[in-house]
């Protein structure tokens, strides 16, 4: 089955790191580039971040540049997106996608993951 | 960074009706523009790509045109299912950047 399966919700104080996985399965993980997209409540979406699965080769948002980590684990098909010194207002939901065609664009999400920061 | 701004916000229509979406690009972007579609509680979904090409699996009730900075999204025949907010998002340049979204609400 063609998927990414996210971790679970997960509550943070302020100043600590969350880290997110995602699990792909069901297409060649080594050929995709692996994108994290945010969405607070009544937000619009906001890109983060991608790893390109093959090379490891990343890049991320100026507005994260900072504080986030993108990995991959090829040998369980998972990457991974961690983000550090979180403040409040990095509530929101974080989604995984896979961009296996055009640069870019997104044709596969993962289910999403709840981050609360609480202070 | 390329802002992306989709109106209107929120559109209620009946089923049958056509229903288009605009979205405007702060500079052109050529034809590097994609549709998603957001259920309530859901992750969003592709639907259209490359400005018109379908994504598999999409009804063909929706299409896509534009080029440059202004683009639309049309339902030709809106169904109950497409209750959802509805995205843009451009891949011109970096950062990949998105709408701000447009509701349909099913009247």
């Known amino acids: 089955q063609v998927q990414l399966v996210q971790s679970g919700p997960d509550v943070k104080k302020a100043g600590t790191s969350v880290k997110v996985s995602c699990k792909a399965s069901g297409f060649t993980f080594s050929a995709s580039t692996m994108h994290w997209v945010r969405q607070g409540r009544g937000q619009r979406l906001e890109w983060i971040g991608w790893v390109v699965v093959g090379s490891g080769n990343t890049k991320s948002a100026q507005n994260f540049r900072e504080r986030v980590t993108i990995t991959r684990d090829m040998s369980t098909s998972t990457v991974y997106m961690e983000l550090s010194s979180l403040r409040s207002d990095d509530t929101a939901v974080y989604y995984c996608?896979?961009?296996?065609?055009?640069?870019?664009?997104?044709?596969?999400w993962g289910q999403g993951t709840v981050v609360t920061v609480s202070s | 960074d390329i802002q992306m701004t989709q109106s209107p916000s929120t559109l209620s229509a009946s089923v049958g009706d056509r229903v288009t979406i605009t979205c405007r690009a702060s500079q052109s972007i050529s034809r590097w523009l994609a549709w998603y579609q957001q259920k309530p509680g859901k992750a969003p979904n592709l639907l259209i790509y490359d400005v018109s090409s379908l994504n598999s699996g999409v009804p063909s009730r929706f299409s896509g045109s534009g080029s440059g900075t202004e683009f639309t999204l049309t339902i030709a025949s809106l169904q109950p299912d497409d209750l959802a907010t509805y995205y843009c998002q451009q891949y011109s340049v970096y950062p990949l950047t998105f709408g701000g979204g447009t509701k349909v609400e099913i009247k």
């Open positions: 996608a896979a961009e296996r065609g055009g640069e870019g664009v997104f044709d596969l």
